[in-house]
């Protein structure tokens, strides 16, 4: 895979110089033409062996382009706010939004690159992490980036030489770095493991280029032609209208009944029995959240429901059980323009809590497959590919500790009338009732499907849906604490037999 980056490519200075100007003018309008549309970002990944020109190329692109429209991100050891969070989470902040460049060193390919040379886990890991990053890729390149992959290669003997030649030279022998050193020990199982990911990971809609680092003319011209070539097909590159784009229908249910018909909406509690119980789960849902086995752990509440199946009060009898220090509550409406120039489950990574954490999510990432395909705010490819995302994202973040849980809060179409009218009534709830409200009931079966569709193809071992009878307010409140506190607790139950299987 790098035989041919190991044949001495070279261009002489009088071609570089001739070249450069008009390279650098196209350059500069493709990069201002992607800042006028916004319609995409550009994400640049450096990868490859230690003096192979790699800081230099991104220095001289700096250089050719505007710089204020490049974000250079550099990924080193993790901080203590990384590691309390899931591994993407510290990529995921860090993302371009339309119209800009990003140029991540240190990405993602070089934590497992390094982690498998130095023995720290195993080929199962490390494949684990190469389906990782090429379902990441493949998200993000949906949803729109353009990302550009360089690996910047040296053969052995080119390494050893240039690291020769720098030892040997008073001036610039400071360049030596000790990653330099060690990867000079390391070669073989680098390029081996190297060679795997590219292998694995390069893809019609996100190619590995391999450019031969030891000329840096020719280095130089090659990343700036690949990235004007990339650049100016992306930007004529039509947008594809919704309407135009044919998805192959979910299938239905041919006997009408579904999952929300098996609902028994008639369960209720009395408020005796409904004082008491909320109590003892307000105690336990604290006891959980005060033991020590949650440092190991953070803890998702996800709320979806019909408009008026009583989220709030819900969300506020669970908030009541904690010290406002230990949680945080997002409401998640309409995407602001910061968040439409960035994929879609952006604005939740960036929310995530760290380790002994609670975030409620008042509305989340289901609003793909719910608001965004019933109003049509998404074509059919996009949220049909949503469901896999979502199972991708939660099965990442459970492997890191965190427990989700998620409620559907369900109540039938009288009781929401019913609750309606009751809102418009009473002078202090009116906030609470909008047009949007109305105009969403005329849509009540088109929720109904989706809401089906997405639990069931949401609703895993990893993340299972609870769908809470919630025609009673009492009921429902007890139901999601309850839910709440098995999750924690199964959760706790096989950390402990994890320690116990790791001791014996």
Not at 334 to 358: D, M, S, V
Not at 366 to 382: A, I, K, Q, S
Request: proline share 4%.
């Amino acid at each position: 895979m790098f035989e041919s980056a190991e044949i001495g490519h070279a261009i002489d200075k009088e071609t570089y110089d001739a070249e450069v100007p008009a390279l650098r003018e196209a350059l500069l309008e493709a990069q201002f033409e992607l800042q006028q549309q916004k319609r995409f970002p550009v994400i640049i990944l450096i990868n490859g062996i230690e003096g192979a020109g790699k800081g230099e190329t991104v220095k001289l692109l700096n250089e050719w382009m505007d710089p204020r429209l490049i974000e250079v991100r550099t990924f080193d050891q993790q901080t203590d706010e990384e590691l309390a969070r899931p591994p993407a989470w510290r990529y995921w902040r860090m993302l371009p939004a339309a119209g800009r460049m990003g140029i991540f060193f240190g990405n993602w390919y070089s934590q497992m690159l390094q982690g498998r040379v130095h023995g720290l886990f195993k080929d199962a890991v490390m494949d684990q992490a190469i389906n990782q990053s090429e379902r990441f890729e493949k998200m993000l390149c949906d949803e729109g980036a353009l990302i550009f992959k360089f690996w910047f290669h040296l053969s052995k003997k080119q390494m050893k030489g240039r690291l020769k030649a720098l030892a040997d030279d008073p001036l610039h022998s400071w360049r030596i770095s000790p990653l330099d050193w060690q990867q000079s020990e390391t070669y073989d199982k680098f390029v081996k493991y190297g060679e795997r990911v590219l292998r694995r990971t390069s893809r019609d809609y996100a190619p590995w280029h391999v450019i031969e680092g030891l000329d840096a003319n020719y280095r130089s011209l090659a990343v700036g032609k690949i990235l004007l070539e990339g650049l100016q097909t992306a930007l004529k590159r039509p947008d594809v209208h919704p309407d135009k784009v044919n998805a192959a229908p979910l299938p239905i249910h041919i006997d009408q009944f579904n999952l929300l018909d098996s609902l028994d909406l008639n369960l209720r509690l009395d408020k005796d029995d409904y004082e008491e119980q909320l109590i003892t789960e307000q105690a336990r849902f604290s006891g959980l959240m005060r033991d020590k086995r949650m440092r190991q752990h953070a803890l998702i509440a996800v709320f979806e429901g019909n408009d008026a199946a009583g989220k709030g009060g819900a969300i506020r009898r669970v908030a009541a059980a904690l010290d406002p220090r230990q949680y945080s509550i997002v409401p998640i409406a309409a995407p602001t323009e910061e968040e439409r120039a960035q994929p879609y489950l952006w604005r939740f990574w960036r929310h995530l809590p760290a380790k002994g954490k609670f975030t409620v999510f008042d509305r989340s990432w289901y609003g793909r497959v719910l608001v965004e395909r019933v109003e049509g705010f998404c074509p059919p490819t996009d949220w049909l590919r949503a469901y896999s995302e979502i199972n991708d994202f939660e099965e990442q973040i459970s492997d890191s500790g965190v427990i989700v849980v998620k409620f559907w809060m369900a109540i039938d179409k009288q009781t929401q009338l019913e609750r309606f009218q009751a809102r418009e009534e009473i002078p202090f709830k009116r906030f609470k009732i909008t047009e949007d409200d109305w105009r969403n009931r005329d849509k009540w079966d088109a929720y109904r499907a989706a809401v089906v569709d997405m639990v069931d193809r949401t609703s895993t071992e990893i993340s299972s849906w609870t769908l809470v009878e919630a025609n009673d307010k009492r009921w429902a409140r007890v139901k999601v604490l309850r839910t709440i506190n098995r999750a924690l607790e199964t959760a706790f139950e096989k950390s402990d037999k994890k320690a116990r299987n790791h001791k014996n």
